[in-house]
């Protein structure tokens, strides 16, 4: 007799008995174990469905204001709510298998407690990016590749309550005044949420997922992101203090270089990050961490990055590091960099090196001040030392294509340098994967002899030789 029989025995029907398919807890009859599309699976679904549904309900029940006490921990309502899960499925009388009994009780769990059909997605490490367009219809990335899951939830109001408990919990709302929320889970994932009606079909919820591990910069030679050379080349530059700039569009892996990066930043130094949501996981341990905060519901109280960025330089910083560039943010962090707060790193979207410095030039003029171009480029001429520039190749890998120095002014235009480019020539091979990778140029970067002045050795044949024309652009 397989589980759809027993199901309705248990209930007092004929083993064969097919009834709707309903929906328990906002997961629909047809996500749930053992569903297939197949007619034996789907009978088992409907039933095993009902189940569901009835043991959620009672559950609701059972813990009341427990499943809200700020006072438990976690694993402590977990625990609380699996002891009362066996109860209620012990008082159904149904002849669960083991395995079928904890995969219930898991469900069910991550239905009341978790994130529902998302939970699963978040506890695959393999899953990078999960995006729901609209409760039926949830993508994830894997392998930097999107695919169409089955998963589903089954109404607006599961969604959108799956939403509020993740901006609830960092002190965030979301509702039809304040539409459109950035946000982040506990593990520093980030999670950016939008409701009707700005959200025509529906509530959107996107979360990009962070490693529990923090990323090593052996792991992303390993993964083709950077060559060894170019390992050696950044930690000199973080240890010599130079300031920083991680580039790239969205998704190429800015915040992890950032991180990476990071990890270069000598243990005695103190440091101040400064962020929207919180994201880096600096290993170190004199950190500060800032996080900006949004209005209230009466549009008072926000404090911005450029607030914090004001603060961070009365906390006596050795070093700063600015999660995100998107703002007039720009020139205050330009400032410090030129007032002695060197070595600091940040990220800025943009396509290219050259790129970064057109954007950064738009971003300082947004801080209101009247500034001629000439002395805004100026100023980033003379703050940043280096562009580290992430590319997302077609087939998905997320790639460091250029290392470039900024190397100052000639006329109005600030020059840069590549010391470090990526191979395009290489072709890709059968599966479409590039098989490039970043070369250097040739050319010795000035920034080399302040290495020296400070007593950091770098091998000089990292550079390479000269195998292309190369020249200030």
């Known amino acids: 007799m397989n589980l759809s029989d027993r199901l309705n025995v248990a209930r007092g029907l004929s083993p064969n008995h097919e009834t709707p398919r309903p929906s328990i807890l906002g997961i629909p009859g047809s996500q749930v174990l053992g569903s297939s599309d197949s007619p034996a699976a789907g009978s088992a679904g409907t039933a095993l469905a009902g189940l569901k549904q009835r043991a959620g309900e009672a559950l609701f029940e059972r813990m009341g204001a427990r499943l809200t006490d700020p006072n438990l921990s976690e694993e402590d309502l977990r625990n609380s709510a699996r002891e009362e899960l066996s109860q209620v499925i012990d008082e159904e009388q149904v002849p669960l298998t083991p395995e079928e009994r904890r995969r219930l009780i898991r469900e069910i769990g991550d239905d009341v407690l978790g994130y529902g059909p998302l939970q699963r997605f978040l506890d695959d490490d393999t899953v990078t990016e999960i995006m729901v367009n609209r409760p039926d219809q949830i993508y994830i990335e894997r392998g930097g590749q999107l695919s169409l899951t089955d998963s589903r939830f089954a109404t607006e109001t599961h969604l959108r309550r799956v939403i509020e408990r993740i901006v609830s919990k960092v002190g965030r709302r979301i509702d039809e005044s304040s539409p459109m929320v950035d946000a982040r889970l506990e593990d520093g994932s980030r999670v950016n949420a939008i409701i009707p009606p700005l959200a025509v079909s529906g509530p959107s919820l996107t979360i990009r997922k962070f490693s529990r591990v923090p990323l090593t910069v052996q ?31 969205t998704g190429t892996g800015k915040t992890t270089l950032l991180n990476v990066l990071s990890s270069f930043l000598p243990a005695e130094d103190r440091i101040v990050t400064i962020e929207d949501a919180v994201e880096l996981q600096l290993q170190q341990r004199h950190v500060v961490r800032l996080e900006s905060r949004p209005s209230n519901i009466e549009g008072r109280g926000e404090v911005s990055i450029r607030d914090l960025l004001r603060n961070s330089l009365r906390m006596r910083p050795d070093r700063i590091v600015v999660g995100e560039v998107r703002g007039g943010e720009a020139l205050d962090m330009l400032q410090a960099m030129n007032t002695g707060h060197d070595g600091s790193l940040s990220t800025v979207h943009a396509n290219s090196p050259r790129d970064a410095i057109s954007r950064l030039e738009t971003l300082v003029l947004m801080a209101g001040m009247d500034l001629p171009l000439r002395a805004v480029r100026e100023q980033i001429a003379s703050a940043v030392n280096l562009i580290v520039h992430l590319t997302r190749l077609r087939d998905g890998t997320r790639r460091v294509t250029h290392i470039t120095e900024v190397q100052g002014m000639e006329g109005d235009i600030v020059t840069l340098q590549d010391a470090f480019v990526f191979d395009y020539s290489a072709g890709v091979d059968a599966t479409g994967r590039f098989l490039g990778k970043p070369i250097p140029t040739g050319v010795r970067p000035r920034f080399v002899d302040h290495f020296a002045e400070v007593g950091i050795q770098v091998p000089a044949n990292i550079f390479g030789t000269r195998t292309q024309p190369t020249g200030r652009r």
């Not at 390993?222 to 010599?240: E, N, S, Y």
């Not at 300031?243 to 790239?248: A, D, E, F, H, Y």
């Open 219 to 249: 792991n992303l030679a390993d993964f083709g992101t950077l060559t060894p050379d170019m390992a050696v080349l950044l930690d000199a530059c973080v240890r010599a203090r130079l300031n920083i700039l991680v580039t790239g569009g």
